[in-house]
């Protein structure tokens, strides 16, 4: 509307810069976290090992984003789509066709990463707001097709699928759950080491020249074009095996399960997480997982104002997420071993 | 024929909703440079607000006014407490923010005014306009009051130091700084506006979906969408992009086939994208060069 000449502006990148150093653990605590995880289904009751299970697969979904986010620099609001078809390939197949619930994750997975790296072709054109929008017609858009009349006999329609819960093998003496949050925390633990040691990799350096310039990064000799689709390719991917494992642990799939709801709990728990940090992925995920229940316990008709404020206190005391109070205890052990 | 021109009349009245809605959103995106989530939510509390007052007795007109005076200061409010402390903060914790406030205010309505529909008054009346029966007075009214916005809004930033102030600070916010423009209180002005814009949409869109908490959802996908489509820097572009996917929306489901109303969405949306794709600055939009 104005008659000024066009914008010129020196934008700082959206997403800040994270060194890949910054985006880990370091190797004691790694394992001081690894050991908890494996003990502390031992101690607790059944609930909280579904809920344990959950926050690592929500954290996986998390996880994802970060690497399209954190890493190249993309949003998207349209993880719940992937996740919610990684959710029905895994159900499909173990209801329709009998499969072993272990081998439709890779499917799933593989179903998924098409998915997101055909939908990042014409996505490339779009970035920032614009992107957001592409994404977010996805999401919206997933749940209406999945009520779609032909593929009803595929999907269950709007009733969904009844998946069944797997026991443990080989005769194991532990229980359902439990034997599912060790199978979610093997998968995790591989796709965690897998997405880091990316993110180290000439793949992973070429994401992050995008994220923060990405005409010195195509200066550079990175192809922009394929590395900002094979992103969205694999964070689709990691999203799918989350969406996959979720419909093993709850043992249903709906369409109103992956609404936009979702991919904006997905959103904030990386934003609690930290942007760009994979440990604080799970942190995240607790976050979107526990907070919504802590805010019903204190208030039933203003539990949406209680996650509100609570949500707004976690920002405002660390706009940086989780990572801010990994950083600030880093220094302060530095300090103590002084 | 009939049906075509009977269809793009229906398209604009429902256009004229997005039209209001999007117009609140380009307005706040100009001053703060972020899409606000919360602007619907903050759109139907204002509107809840005006009912109260006229529950209360205080005639239409009056508490038109007053619902724009509370907006006005509830939206530069808002902008002081919560999201002037995070002006430093990366943009995504801005953005987790919008969704906080979306929360906070959907479930204080709800619990303040309970989620049964409630009717609310047209001043233009609901009778046919001019012998056709798709659009009515109230949405001919609506369309009008949504053209005087535009009009009003472009005067505004066209031909008034303020105008130009708020412009100055968004589009380069140090120099505006260097020339003595206060920032800090333009973005907060723009809150303000942006409120009192999205108040009188809630009042022009409240009779026509029934006024509850929950019934900015819908309305405001699709002023984002036709903010988007017509450019966000644009509100001539908000306008058009608001009418268009009114228009798009209404034909894609009488002539795809298969197409129900839950389908539309997903059909308008994916329409926009394409456009997009080909001008990704929007229709209306200038493309922003960027200083490497």
New interface residues.
């Given amino acids: ?2 008659a000024a000449a ?6 700082a990148p ?3 810069a994270v060194p890949k150093r910054a985006m880990t653990l370091g190797t004691t605590t790694s394992l001081v976290i690894l050991a908890a995880l494996l003990v502390t289904p031992l101690f607790v009751k059944n609930f909280i090992i579904f809920q344990m299970t959950m926050v690592l697969i929500y954290g996986l979904a998390v996880l994802a984003l970060n690497i399209l ?1 954190g890493g190249s620099g993309q949003f998207s609001l349209g993880q719940s789509a992937f996740y919610a078809l990684g959710a029905y390939t895994s159900a499909i197949l173990m209801e329709h066709v009998n499969m072993n619930y272990a081998l439709t994750l890779p499917i799933a997975g593989l179903v998924s990463f098409a998915a997101g790296y055909l939908f990042g072709k ?1 996505a490339l ?3 920032g ?2 992107l ?3 994404t ?2 996805l999401a ?2 997933m749940p ?2 999945l ?1 779609l009349h032909f593929l009803e006999h595929w999907t269950g329609g709007v009733q969904g699928l009844v998946v069944t819960k797997p026991d443990a093998p080989f005769g194991l003496p532990i229980g359902q759950d439990m034997w599912l949050y060790y199978f979610t925390l093997a998968i995790t633990l591989a796709i965690y080491v897998g997405s880091v040691n990316l993110l180290r990799s000439r793949s992973g350096r070429a994401f992050m020249a995008i994220r923060d ?1 990405e ?2 990064a195509s200066a550079m000799g990175v192809d922009v074009a394929q590395y900002k689709t094979l992103a969205f390719g694999v964070s689709a991917g990691i999203t799918g095996i989350a969406g996959g494992l979720g419909a093993i642990a709850v043992q249903f799939v709906a369409p109103d399960g992956y609404t936009i709801t979702l991919a ?1 709990s997905l ?2 728990g ?3 997480g930290g ?1 760009g940090w994979l440990p604080g992925s799970f942190i995240g995920a607790a976050f979107i997982i526990f907070v919504p229940n802590i805010a019903e316990s204190i208030s039933k ?9 609570l ?2 206190i976690v ?2 005391l660390v ?3 989780a990572r801010q109070v990994a950083i600030i205890a880093q220094q302060m052990i530095g300090k103590l071993r002084k | 024929m009939e049906l075509l021109t009977n269809q793009v009349l229906a398209g604009i009245s429902t256009g004229a909703i997005y039209a209001c809605m999007a117009l609140a959103v380009v307005m706040i995106y100009q001053a703060i440079d972020h899409l606000n989530f919360a602007q619907g939510e903050m759109a139907m509390f204002s509107t809840f607000i005006s009912w109260q007052l006229m529950q209360w007795g205080v005639p239409y007109w009056w508490a038109f006014l007053l619902t724009l005076a509370i907006s006005f200061a509830g939206g530069i409010l808002i902008e002081r407490l919560l999201f002037k402390p995070l002006a430093k903060a990366p943009v995504l914790t801005n953005v987790a923010g919008f969704i906080a406030l979306f929360a906070i205010v959907n479930s204080v309505a709800g619990l303040t005014w309970d989620f049964t529909i409630k009717q609310y008054p047209t001043p233009f009346g609901s009778s046919p306009f001019l012998g056709s029966q798709l659009i009515s007075t109230h949405q001919a009214g609506m369309i009008g009051v949504t053209l005087l916005m535009l009009a009003g809004l472009y005067f505004f930033f066209q031909f008034t130091r303020i105008g130009l102030a708020m412009r100055a600070a968004a589009a380069l916010p140090e120099s505006a700084r260097l020339v003595g423009i206060n920032t800090s209180w333009m973005i907060a002005l723009g809150w303000g506006m942006a409120s009192a814009i999205g108040a009188i949409a809630g009042i022009l869109i409240a009779p026509v979906v029934f006024l509850e908490p929950n019934m900015m959802g819908g309305v405001l996908i699709y002023g984002f969408a036709a903010a988007v489509l017509g450019g966000l820097t644009s509100p001539l572009g908000a306008v058009v992009g608001g009418f268009l996917v009114g228009v798009v929306e209404n034909l894609a489901g009488t002539y795809i086939p298969g197409v129900g109303n839950e389908l539309k969405l997903p059909i308008a949306l994916a329409l926009i994208i394409t456009v997009l794709v080909f001008k990704p600055a929007g229709l209306f939009g200038r493309a922003i060069v960027k200083r490497v």
């Fill in positions: 509307m104005s066009e914008d010129v502006v020196t934008e959206a997403v800040e986010t014409p054109r779009l970035s707001i614009y957001a929008l592409a977010f017609a919206t858009a209406q097709l009520k310039n005409i010195a904006i959103f904030l990386m934003v609690v942007v008709g203003l539990s949406g104002a209680v996650f509100g404020v949500l707004f920002i405002f706009p940086h997420g």
